[in-house]
């Protein structure tokens, strides 16, 4: 073709692009894994695996999380109970080869009128967009029933969003699609 047979189909827009297997290469750092250090009292491994449509683990996704520390607060300027200064409640990790991941963190406290839980964002191959989903845990089970959000979803789909205890913490996996799909939310 030439380019001006090229000028004549392109109409202006790009074509979209799904999230490629470049996350490892610019969005990690050495501590983000750890939403608190080693040695923090009370602090917990979540581990998981994140899956593809077809139960093949993705080795190239990236899981993030966002949380309230101990005490369901936020170092952030809209938190309307006050900020707490130096805590960061945000961890990045990037799946290995098994399409695994770890994040060292604490547990959450409740947010007014929510369970304890944790914000996760999976970004993978062949996604447009992140998908976003919550953990919740086996430790606040009566909390569960009054959070809105977990109870607008319909059982025995809500299984998905609760992490199960594992070696001393919990584990939570991630599948992004078919038999077993993660819940995930419309945000």
């Known amino acids: 073709m030439t380019t001006t047979e090229l000028g004549a189909h392109f109409d202006g827009n790009t074509p979209s692009q799904t999230v490629g297997p470049f996350l490892s290469i610019g969005l990690p750092w050495p501590d983000g894994p750890d939403v608190v250090p080693a040695g923090t009292p009370g602090a ?3 581990v998981g695996t994140v899956f593809d449509g077809a139960g093949d683990p993705v080795p190239d ?8 520390d101990p ?4 170092d952030h300027p809209d938190d309307p109970r006050g900020r707490v200064a130096g805590w960061r ?6 799946t290995d080869e098994h ?3 770890v994040i060292r963190t604490v547990l959450p406290g ?3 009128g929510q369970a304890p839980h944790l914000d996760v964002s999976v970004f993978a191959r062949g996604l447009l967009h992140r998908v976003v989903t919550r953990i919740y845990f086996p430790d606040h089970t009566d909390a569960h029933a009054d959070d ?9 789909r809500r299984d998905t969003l609760i992490a199960a205890r594992h070696d001393g913490g919990y584990r939570f996996d991630v599948r992004l699609q078919g038999p ?6 419309d945000v």
Do not use: H, K, N
Request: proline share 12%; net charge negative.
């Open 71 to 74: 005490d369901g607060r936020f």
């Open 89 to 94: 409640g945000f961890g990045r990790c990037p």
């Open 180 to 185: 077993g799909e993660t819940v995930f939310f």
């Open 148 to 156: 809105p959000v977990l109870a607008s979803v319909p059982q025995p």
């Open 44 to 46: 917990v491994l979540i």
């Open 99 to 101: 399409g695994d991941y």
């Open 110 to 112: 409740a947010l007014p």
């Open 61 to 68: 996704a990236m899981v993030e999380t966002w949380q309230a």
